[in-house]
């Protein structure tokens, strides 16, 4: 591995081999989505806590201040909105120069397999590996599923986590699924982290799903909505950063939450 490719991956996945990415991208096909309606007033009470943060690079030029030290994975496909016809229907719309420019250390884009726009989500995939390797930027890719989300079953991720590591993907954000998660994960030779979703019901229910993840070979988190659309978004942040890099229990996690939410820590 060429040395700024090792570098840029080391300021993502932690010493201990986990990462907790902090993902606040949603507008770009969303627009204004519940509580991220100001991205950088969102954000930078959780900054601390987030191993690296990913974001466009509209919202990181106008929201996030440059004298920061967090790593950016930056996200380079859109095209798509949720009033559109297909949210599979993505290209690419960053320039891997303007990702130099911003000194991201990783960049994200979706893929949709399966869908409609398959063949050309995976084409993009790999123009985009091809370029990135020039200049040892890693690749993230999303294992998306648009508006179907019955899809998160183990062989239909499986078979994309797969799919996105033979095209060259760096690390690939999945979803978790109940069961067989330990397939979906070593099935793919290269880091996966967990993508949180759509918010759940109790943050139990999130502390729990991240660990057992973890538990079956996942590195870590990349979790939006589970974390700054909690009503004590610090605390949650912290509690979550305790299940990846403190091994914290979901019953210790929830306790920890339960104390800073009460003012306690």
């Not at 979706?110 to 993009?124: Q, T």
């Not at 949180?196 to 109790?202: A, D, M, R, T």
Request: glycine fraction near 8%.
């Amino acid at each position: 591995m060429d040395w700024g490719m090792e570098n840029r991956l080391s300021r993502l996945i932690q010493p201990d081999g986990r990462a907790l990415f902090l993902p606040i991208d949603h507008g770009y096909f969303q627009g204004p989505t519940r509580k991220l309606e100001e991205p950088g007033k969102t954000v930078e009470p959780l900054l601390p806590y987030a191993d690296a943060i990913m974001l466009t690079r509209g919202i990181l030029r106008t929201c996030v201040d440059p004298t920061t030290s967090k790593p950016i994975i930056l996200r380079v496909s859109g095209g798509t909105s949720m009033v559109g016809e297909d949210l599979a229907n993505e290209g690419i719309t960053t320039s891997v120069r303007d990702v130099i420019r911003l000194n991201a250390s990783a960049v994200s884009m979706s893929i949709f397999v399966g869908s409609k726009y398959e063949h050309e989500s995976l084409l993009n995939l790999s123009n985009l590996v091809n370029e990135c390797e020039e200049y040892g930027v890693p690749v993230m890719a999303v294992t998306a599923v648009g508006k179907e989300l019955e899809k998160r079953e183990a062989r239909y991720l499986a078979l994309c986590c797969r799919i996105a590591a033979e095209l060259g993907a760096r690390v690939v954000k999945t979803y978790y699924c109940n069961e067989g998660f330990e397939k979906v994960v070593r099935g793919c030779p290269v880091p996966v982290v967990i993508a949180g979703g759509p918010k759940v019901e109790s943050e139990l229910e999130v502390f729990e799903f991240i660990h057992d993840g973890i538990q079956k070979g996942a590195i870590g988190v990349n979790l939006g909505r589970n974390v700054w659309q909690n009503e004590h978004p610090v605390a949650m942040i912290k509690a979550i950063r305790s299940v990846i890099h403190e091994d914290y229990t979901p019953k210790e996690a929830q306790d920890l939450f339960d104390s800073i939410k009460e003012g306690k820590q």
